[in-house]
């Protein structure tokens, strides 16, 4: 079963716009980490954003903003006044506590969404 | 390096051919992860070697897929007698731990299968 859904595949904007991309998860466990990766034409992936499951705090990087609610279990990313440069594809991932141990499980990515800029 | 790197970046393999695929780490980096991204997907997880252990390879689709990392450093994935549906982008990150911190990715390998 898919653990990570991307329901958005492509989304168009135009410059300055703001775009929200949506990531919805599915785990039983209670400790978990998210993460999103932005994967521009060059194929690349690069990290944008962890959060522990315990950290609920939203969080904002220059354009970038995430916010995280557990209650929907959502990890949505925002980009305000949207560049070129921004079009890219764009993944939410997922890993999970396994075992009682410092150990963590593989990261399971969703489909992305791709985000097409254009000035 | 700076970065993680793959060789080679591209490769066409004709049906039933083996082929080898190398990926260098950051130095430093006790963990490196193997995925396979098809075309309009996101990466699928292959397998994950802590140090020259590996700790996971439930993701390798068959038996013609093998990995390697004898060093503890550079990985190799070999596909063997390679089918028209291992055609895919393989990509390699490797993380200075394990693998809920920040996974660094290499540029991919491209491969093509005829």
């Known amino acids: 079963a898919q653990k990570v859904t991307q329901a958005q595949t492509e989304i168009s904007v135009v410059e300055k716009e703001d775009v929200t991309l949506d990531c919805v998860y599915e785990t039983r466990d209670t400790t978990y980490y998210l993460f999103w990766y932005k994967q521009p034409p060059s194929g690349e992936l690069v990290f944008l954003i962890r959060r522990n499951s315990f950290d609920e705090q939203n969080e904002i990087s220059g354009r970038y903003s995430w916010n995280f609610q557990k209650s929907t279990s959502s990890f949505n990313f925002t980009i305000t006044a949207s560049q070129v440069v921004d079009s890219a594809v764009y993944f939410c991932?997922?890993?999970?506590?396994?075992?009682?141990?410092?150990?963590?499980?593989?990261?399971?990515f969703g489909a992305g969404t791709q985000v097409v800029v254009t000035p | 390096g700076a970065g993680v790197s793959q060789s080679p970046r591209y490769k066409v393999a004709k049906r039933g051919q083996d082929v080898a695929l190398r990926c260098d780490p950051i130095?430093?980096?006790?963990?490196l992860f193997w995925y396979q991204q098809a075309l309009g997907q996101g990466p699928e997880f292959l397998t994950y070697f802590q140090n020259e252990a590996q700790l996971d390879k439930s993701g390798l689709p068959s038996d013609r897929f093998f990995a390697e990392r004898p060093e503890g450093s550079v990985s190799t994935l070999k596909i063997q007698r390679t089918q028209q549906e291992d055609s895919a982008v393989y990509l390699c990150?490797?993380?200075?731990?394990?693998?809920?911190?920040?996974?660094?990715f290499g540029p991919g390998t491209r491969l093509t299968v005829l």
């Open positions: 990150a490797s993380s200075f731990f394990h693998e809920a911190e920040e996974q660094f």
């Open positions: 130095s430093g980096h006790v963990s």
């Open positions: 991932a997922l890993s999970e506590a396994r075992g009682t141990t410092d150990s963590w499980g593989k990261l399971q």
